[in-house]
């Protein structure tokens, strides 16, 4: 370790709630102080009450805990009325950030879905989330972000927002890339909103069987700064998971990094700390 202070990294696990062993794979990382900080999808079919405690109890006071704005197939809104829907459920993230792109979207149902899962969460936990962010990245892509960041003024003043512009700009994938772009702007709005934003952000990959976690991981390291967010998507299958999501055995890969010695090793040789 060198002598420079530590610096310290948001390490988020998106998903929680989606299925009772995504779930309790990440409070166990968070018991054990691998990850800090998770995002909870209120619009999963299982999420529960006894969910929200369990999550409330581990976290305790060293782990944030978000809202996972959730806007896209195959999980259903929280409010009636929202539309467009396909056979009940919102529509895919390609025709969702499509519509939001071509400005075909209706503010006012958006404002409300959005109030709703705030609403949700709220009622969950007994309090505003600590930060927002967005199932599969929905909440950066234009019209959508623009609701992302009215509601929270008033649903959760306090809470920051998650923006996916990259720290290390070299070898990203295409959808770095579209990330990058879209975040760029999302920053420009949440700072004329007076919103707080984080100042990078790692962690997406191509979501290939073949990926191998544990060298992928130093590689989001890179360049990020202190208070930087990594993503991640830790878990256990069941079968829940499997019936709403493709990501899978790779969240099981993720777990056991997590858990390992390797990943505390690497925090400890790259000056980071999560706490």
């Known amino acids: 370790m060198s002598d420079r202070p530590q610096r310290r990294i948001i390490l988020c696990a998106d998903d929680y709630g989606i299925s009772s062993a995504v779930s309790g794979a990440i409070c166990d990382l968070i018991d054990k102080k691998r990850i800090n900080a998770t995002s909870v999808m209120v619009t999963a079919p299982t999420f529960s009450q006894a969910e929200a405690v369990a999550l409330r109890d581990a976290a305790a006071d060293h782990a944030a ?3 996972h704005l959730t806007l896209t197939a195959p999980f259903r809104p929280r409010t009636d009325g929202f539309a467009p829907l396909r056979r ?3 529509l895919s993230l390609a025709s969702m950030a499509s519509r939001g792109l071509s400005r075909s979207l209706t503010p006012a149902l958006l404002d409300a879905e959005i109030a709703g899962q705030f609403a949700a969460f709220r009622s969950a936990f007994g309090r505003a989330p600590d930060y927002i ?3 599969q990245h929905i909440h950066i892509f234009p019209q959508i972000s623009e609701a992302v960041l009215r ?4 649903a959760a003043p306090h809470a920051w927002l998650r923006q996916c512009g990259r720290a290390a700009r070299k070898n990203l994938e295409p959808k770095g890339l579209v990330l990058d ?3 760029r702007r999302f920053r420009r709005l949440a700072t004329e909103h007076g919103l707080r934003t984080n100042p990078a952000f790692a ?5 290939d069987t073949r990926a191998d976690y544990a060298k992928l991981f130093p590689g989001f390291l890179d360049s ?12 256990i299958v069941d079968a829940e998971l499997a019936r709403l999501d493709p990501l899978t055995d790779l969240r099981e890969r993720e777990y056991a990094f997590f858990l390992s010695d390797a990943f505390a090793q690497l925090l400890q040789r790259r000056d980071y700390a999560l706490a």
């Open 203 to 207: 962690g997406s990959y191509a979501f």
């Open 151 to 154: 509601v929270p003024k008033h």
């Open 88 to 90: 009940g459920a919102f």
């Open 65 to 67: 805990i978000g809202l």
């Open 133 to 135: 962010d967005g199932h």
């Open 181 to 183: 772009a879209l975040s």
């Open 224 to 235: 990020m700064p202190d208070g930087g967010v990594i993503m991640c998507h830790p878990g």
